[in-house]
């Protein structure tokens, strides 16, 4: 809605709906919406309703932390039910057991989600940060409950196993033959009926959850095949027929190595979201905040939530900058590697910006609370880094798909070969444990932990790192980069532009170097450009007043005119004053681009009298001076782009700047190709053309006129120093302004897509393998469960050795 005609315009499209009150406020871009009780409109018809109209209702976002998911077919069909409800979309995430969703309000909430979980057999919470450490709470506590049964039933496991070890010699075999066994089959019976019925209820109960709630999982596998096997052998020993072996040891031992298999694999688990919890533990809890009192202000120790933008707090040296903020007295160094990944401490003294978690050196600092809570940047980080691990990668698809069909499919071979075995061998115990060994070494979760478990390694390296990553897909197309376009002020270079060269023309008339400073300073005070600040900044210097200006008009990309002191005045590039009729000393203006210096001319003027509607007079002019402004090349520019090269990315340089200092810049950064004079919204134009042949073509930039070709690119980079609109826009934000931050996140992303690779490999071959193996009858069930609680445990400890990728100037393609 952009006016009152549109909010009186939707208001009535609502009020024509049947047993509809609606009431829309324009100033809070909400409709207030009262339906009849008898139900002639359904909130699905007013949002339809709102859409036809030509507006949309902004979905809103929340995060449920799931309980009782055990493997890939459990996330697979838990997804599918959120995403039948209306306006919800939903994306579950096996390791981290969340799940992220999107909803439209009005159409679903919170509770209409946590009961459709629930419906579907698991438990949900919302996510908050309390609840967070609650749930961490909630898992160590039901990790210790685990480790003591597993302990329990590896004690009365152990007495079968060695049975089934003394089975092999000569003599057992024997022995066997007339019946006879080491363990009572009493004995086993009591030994086996704890571990299947107390130890293993909770496969029994998130079988019959997952079955209620139309599916299948890998808790039925392990229900249905230990059931057989442990039903089988107690019709065996209640019927006496000693001739016939009985398998309590195979049902106990695959309960036993299964529950093995969940307690490493939660543990490695917990370590995938370690670099999360590091960034949510760095908030110092308390601040030392000032506050009024009877006797003049105090000094009191408050937690940190309680703080409200321009509370005054104290920051000592050795501690943490409880909340973002400006300094307002003192100075010192402080340590933002925690955020930026930067190691070197960074200077601050008045007016400068400190970050929540950053830790300050040996100066004693006074600042302004400027973001509190969740506007901090450590909030912002914490949340999207969680965003990208709670996202999906399209490479998952296909597992995805898979586990949506596994555990049907498995139930179907196993079935098939049992028949087929007792049909062609006439062995029934034969053709039961063949059965029972497809069903337990099938293993869904480690299709299910394949790609999540990377993405959540890999963007909290990235993270710890400085990169940001939005989403998983970014992180996935960044490997496949071909061409890296990249804006020159700000990314190339530090972006401080500082006046170097102030050059009046001589002659009668002519203004001194101040007034040239003076009044060029007076037309850019209403521009934000770079090249404005420098201006102002050297006005500063020279401590001179800035005059006033009038009929001030700004030319996006070329330059600035308006009226000084009666002075009819324009500001702006050689090519632009040069359309005006301006001419100037030719040989000083190609000496100074020659040396990578951005030129800018000063020129006057006739009589404003003269002039057309604006006011200002277009012709004649004269020129008054050039202005040289230079913007250094960071020194790690060079560096950044060989490294680029390396990884096969050509890199391209777009700048507004002219061909003489963009080549320049060029030159000095190793690029060797470059496009001048591209105007701010023509750089969207750029990068589509470059995307022309199918490449892949990334976008770096910090600025706001650089936020449309971030959009246009197949992947961003955002400096993390850019303008809030650049950061929105990128799908990857580098905290450090270096270029390098981009090899950085190519090598990582290929680091991340490696391990992705890996995990599916290993768990489609493993099951690809594996299942016709137990059908042909060469794999013994409890060998058969060992296998299958190890498959998991592999994928999650390959993913973890992500940990081990670093950010490596001296490598072009890291890979742990």
């Not at 571990?195 to 890998?218: E, H």
């Not at 020993?237 to 072996?245: C, I, N, P, Q, S």
């Not at 202000?297 to 703080?307: C, G």
């Not at 990334?698 to 961003?716: W, Y």
Request: with cysteine; proline share 5%; aromatic share 6%.
């Amino acid at each position: 809605m952009t006016c009152a005609a549109c909010s009186a315009r939707l208001e009535k499209v609502l009020n024509r709906l049947p047993g509809v009150e609606a009431s829309v406020n324009l100033a809070a871009e909400t409709a207030t919406v009262r339906l009849a009780e008898e139900g002639a409109t359904t909130p699905v018809q007013v949002v339809a309703a709102v859409d036809r109209a030509g507006f949309s209702v902004s979905p809103g976002t929340l995060e449920l932390a799931i309980t009782g998911m055990t493997c890939a077919a459990c996330s697979a069909r838990l997804e599918k039910v959120l995403n039948r409800l209306p306006g919800v979309e939903a994306s579950v995430n096996l390791a981290a057991e969340r799940a992220r969703v999107r909803y439209v309000p009005g159409l679903c909430d919170g509770e209409a989600l946590v009961a459709a979980v629930e419906r579907a057999g698991f438990g949900a919470t919302l996510a908050t940060d309390r609840s967070r450490e609650e749930e961490k709470a909630r898992k160590a506590a039901r990790y210790a409950r685990d480790r003591g049964r597993f302990f329990i039933a590896a004690l009365l496991t152990l007495p079968l196993l060695a049975q089934m070890g003394t089975m092999l010699s000569p003599a057992a075999m024997a022995s066997m033959a007339h019946g006879g066994e080491w363990l009572p089959r009493w004995l086993q019976l009591a030994l086996a009926t704890p571990v299947q019925f107390w130890i293993g209820w909770r496969f029994y109960d998130g079988a019959y959850k997952s079955l209620r709630g139309g599916g299948a999982n890998m808790d039925v596998l392990v229900a249905l095949g230990t059931s057989m096997a442990y039903g089988f052998s107690l019709v065996v020993t209640l019927a006496g027929l000693e001739h016939r072996h009985v398998y309590f040891e195979a049902s106990a031992a695959v309960i036993t190595l299964v529950l093995l298999g969940k307690l490493l694999e939660s543990r490695a688990k917990a370590r995938t979201t370690a670099a999360l919890e590091a960034l949510v533990g760095l908030q110092p809890r308390t601040a030392r905040v000032q506050r009024p009192g009877p006797e003049g202000a105090t000094w009191e120790e408050v937690p940190v939530d309680t703080l409200v933008p321009g509370d005054i707090y104290l920051v000592r040296a050795g501690e943490g900058v409880p909340v973002d903020g400006e300094v307002v007295e003192g100075s010192s160094s402080v340590n933002e590697a925690m955020l930026t990944g930067e190691s070197m401490p960074v200077a601050k003294g008045v007016g400068d910006r400190v970050f929540a978690a950053a830790l300050n050196g040996p100066g004693l600092l006074r600042c302004r609370a400027t973001g509190v809570g969740e506007h901090t940047l450590l909030a912002g980080i914490i949340r999207q880094v969680g965003e990208a691990q709670g996202s999906k990668a399209p490479v998952q698809r296909l597992a995805d798909r898979i586990a949506g069909i596994f555990v049907p499919a498995v139930c179907a071979v196993a079935a098939l070969t049992f028949v087929l075995w007792w049909w062609l061998g006439g062995d029934f115990t034969t053709a039961l444990v063949n059965g029972v060994a497809v069903l337990v070494i099938a293993c869904p979760c480690a299709l299910g932990l394949a790609t999540p478990t990377a993405i959540m390694v890999g963007t909290g390296r990235g993270a710890n790192a400085g990169i940001l990553v939005k989403n998983a897909e970014a992180l996935e197309r960044a490997e496949k980069i071909a061409v890296l376009a990249v804006d020159k002020t700000g990314t190339l270079t530090q972006g401080q532009p500082a006046v170097t060269d102030c050059l009046p023309l001589a002659g009668a008339g002519a203004p001194s170097a101040e007034e040239l400073v003076a009044w060029a300073g007076a037309l850019e005070q209403g521009s934000d450009h770079p090249l404005a600040r420098a201006v102002l900044a050297e006005l500063d210097n020279r401590g001179l007043e800035l005059p006033e200006v009038q009929g001030f008009q700004n030319f996006p990309g070329h330059g600035v005119q308006g009226t000084v002191s009666g002075r009819s005045l324009a500001l702006g590039s050689p090519s632009w004053l040069k359309e005006r009729g301006v001419e100037g000393n030719m040989t000083v203006l190609s000496q100074l681009q020659a040396q990578g210096k951005t030129v800018v001319g000063l020129a006057q003027g006739g009589d404003a009298a003269g002039a057309g509607e604006t006011g200002i007079a277009l012709a004649p002019w004269r020129l008054l001076g050039w202005i040289a402004i230079a913007d250094p090349l960071r020194s790690s520019s060079a560096a950044a782009v060989a490294r680029l090269r390396a990884l096969g990315v050509e890199v391209v340089m777009l700048t507004g700047d002219n061909p003489a200092t963009a080549a320049a810049i060029a030159e000095a950064a190793g690029i060797s190709r470059f496009q001048a004079q591209v105007l701010p919204g023509d750089k969207a134009a750029a990068v589509q053309a470059l995307k022309q042949g199918g490449r892949l073509v990334a976008m770096a930039g910090d600025g706001i006129n650089d936020a449309p070709a971030l959009a246009a690119a197949d992947v961003s980079f955002a400096m993390g120093a850019g303008s809030d609109a650049a950061l929105e826009a990128a799908d990857l934000t580098l905290m450090k302004n270096d270029l390098g931050g981009v090899a950085d996140a190519i090598s990582l992303s290929r680091a991340t897509l490696g391990k992705i690779r890996q995990n599916l490999f290993f768990a489609f071959i493993y099951n690809v393998l594996g299942i016709p193996l137990a059908a042909l009858g060469w794999l013994n069930p409890v060998v058969a469960g060992a296998a299958m609680a190890m498959s998991s445990v592999s994928v999650v400890s390959n993913s973890l050795l992500l940990r081990r990728w670093r950010p490596d100037p001296l490598s072009t393609n890291r890979s742990a």
